[in-house]
């Protein structure tokens, strides 16, 4: 059964500091990452694709990385917004963890 | 969350009662995919369908059927709806090529009292 475990469960941070959001998986055979962000009550938006090919992805203020090879992912949010407050997800195929709960503080 | 129909937007059941979401995508892809997520919790899958024709459960199918009508629908039913299915459910399509990249629809909001 794949796994997706994303660290830290919750974050609050001040506004203009740099993050890093980490999502494991138990499953080392990944192809196509999606990281999406989904504010509270509402549906859920792709922010980044690394495909099977990359390792990488960039996107604005966002950086999505992928080692395949030890089952993580990251994404780096840079000079954090009160606007990045939203819970981010990284589902491994169909399947979601908890995901990441961000508060950015003006 | 162009390309995925999702109706109703919301819903109020007795518990007993029956019902149908229905979940249209446009763009022609093989997989589609239903989830609920209760409030503070993750996405959890409920059913999935592969192709036109085919379903299969995920981790939380007990108490829905679900109908691959064309490639284009796949509708979600709850025969009897019970209190612990007040959710919100999603649907989804995915892409292929080598996994897949879902597309998600705007979610249905169900309330069963």
Not at chain 2, 7 to 35: E, I, R
Request: aromatic share 8%; net charge positive.
């Amino acid at each position: 059964k794949q796994e997706v475990t994303q660290i830290p469960a919750a974050l609050s941070v001040p506004e203009g500091e740099n993050l890093v959001l980490n999502c494991s998986f138990t499953d080392s055979a990944i192809y196509n990452l999606q990281w999406f962000r989904q504010d509270p009550g509402k549906g859920l938006t792709s922010l980044l694709l690394i495909q099977s090919s990359q390792r990488e992805q960039t996107s604005g203020r966002l950086n999505a990385s992928l080692d395949k090879s030890s089952g993580r992912s990251t994404l780096y949010i840079a000079a954090s917004q009160p606007g990045d407050s939203a819970t981010y997800l990284c589902p491994l195929g169909a399947r979601f963890g908890a995901g990441t709960r961000l508060t950015v503080k003006p | 969350n162009a390309g995925v129909t999702q109706t109703p937007k919301f819903q109020v059941l007795k518990t007993g009662q029956s019902m149908t979401l229905q979940c249209a995508q446009d763009m022609n892809h093989n997989s589609m995919y239903w989830y609920r997520q209760d409030p503070g919790m993750g996405l959890r899958l409920i059913y999935y369908s592969a192709s036109e024709g085919t379903t299969d459960k995920g981790e939380v199918p007990n108490g829905y059927n679900v109908s691959r009508l064309n490639k284009r629908e796949f509708s979600l039913r709850l025969e009897s709806a019970a209190p612990s299915q007040t959710s919100v459910y999603f649907c989804a399509y995915g892409r292929s090529s080598g996994a897949n990249v879902l597309t998600f629809g705007a979610g249905s909001r169900l309330t069963v009292l």
